[in-house]
Nanobody
């Protein structure tokens, strides 16, 4: 069974940075679109950033200029660099992979921004 393994979450002070990583348990994801979603308590899950197989990235307005999504196809890994974090960024962050008719989700990693 394919798993997406996330890492890099944690507690950070406002203004700080974190980098999330997501790697599939099997190879062969270069052709997949990859994305990071987040879900805060009491809110719906939202797409934060996505990157297609060519490296084209899109972002939700609230993170533009602060977050950067990237992928390393040699390592089958996608990253989310998060800078200038604020308390509104607190959420569980989920990795997503979509290709053809299949979709996979990670288990989620908690990001907490608090002083």
């Amino acid at each position: 069974q394919v798993q997406l393994v996330e890492s890099g979450g944690g507690l950070v002070q406002p203004g700080g940075s974190l980098r999330l990583s997501c790697a599939p348990s099997v190879s062969g994801f270069n052709g997949f679109a990859m994305g990071w979603y987040r879900q805060a308590p009491g809110k719906q899950r939202e797409l934060v950033a996505s990157i297609d197989s060519r490296g084209m990235a899109t972002y939700v307005d609230s993170v533009k200029g602060r977050f950067t999504i990237s992928r390393d196809n040699a390592k089958d890994t996608v990253y989310l660099q998060m800078n200038s974090l604020n308390p509104e960024d607190t959420a569980v962050y989920f990795c997503n992979a979509r290709g053809g008719n299949v979709e996979y989700w990670g288990q989620g990693t908690q990001v907490t921004v608090s002083s």
